[in-house]
């Protein structure tokens, strides 16, 4: 049983389109989040969702805008995509109090965007 | 602003012998600190936690130290196997409830 899935695993894409991301999770955990992977493998905080939330935001820009419609799952659409937007996004998921984060997090197998 | 680094950044060791890996911060506030192993075209699983308040964790071969006085962690792992080539990533959440990762330990075991 996948803890964290992630749809679909590869995204190739054209410059300017509009595409989504899902992500689930089947722990029965509060809080969600999006991360981002460089080509330089280095892993950065786009957004958090506790409880259908939004918690964290980072310094992202507008055309990446997060869902949660349930607390089971947080999706990630990008409209009118860019060259710079092409790197592997990662879901995770964790059990913790807002404020108390000591819970461990679960990542999903990530999403490979390729933007030409 | 949190800072998480790791050093070395590659290393590769015989197979046998014991890895130690290195993971630093600049903010001591931290709430936990985990470890983490990332396989290549892989998501990341976690390996060791260690809450705040804790010295140390151990699961199997693998031992992870944190000294939070000195924002510093070390992840030992004991007699190194080939399946243990992978890339090592130590994480912190801090004060802000942030997660920030280092750029990782890219490790390699020679059979």
């Known amino acids: 049983d996948t803890a964290v899935s992630q749809t679909p695993k590869y995204l190739v894409t054209q410059m300017g389109n509009d595409k989504s991301i899902k992500c689930e999770q089947n722990l029965g955990h509060d809080t969600m989040y999006w991360y981002k992977q460089d080509s330089k493998k280095f892993l950065k905080i786009m957004f958090s969702y506790n409880n259908k939330e939004l918690i964290i935001n980072e310094t992202v820009p507008n055309r990446f805008s997060p869902k949660s419609p349930d607390k089971a799952h947080l999706n990630l659409h990008i409209n009118s995509l860019e060259l710079g937007d092409s790197a592997v996004y990662f879901c995770a998921s964790s059990q913790e109090s807002w404020g108390s984060p000591t819970g461990e997090l679960f990542f999903g197998e990530g999403s490979r965007l390729t933007v030409l | 602003k949190q800072e998480v680094t790791q050093i070395p950044a590659a290393l590769s060791v015989p197979e046998g012998e014991n890895l130690v890996l290195n993971c630093s911060f600049t903010?001591?506030?931290?709430?936990?600190l985990q470890w983490f192993r990332q396989d290549p075209g892989k998501g990341l699983t976690s390996l060791l936690l260690?809450?705040?308040?804790?010295r140390e964790q151990t699961s199997g071969r693998l031992n992870a130290s944190l000294d939070k006085s000195s924002g510093r962690s070390t992840l030992y792992i004991a007699a190194s196997q080939p399946g243990d080539s992978a890339t090592y990533l130590c994480?912190?959440?801090?004060?802000?409830?942030?997660?920030?990762f280092g750029k990782g330990n890219q490790v390699v075991v020679i059979p």
């Open positions: 994480a912190v959440t801090g004060g802000n409830n942030r997660l920030a």
């Open positions: 903010d001591s506030a931290i709430y936990n």
């Open positions: 260690i809450q705040s308040s804790q």
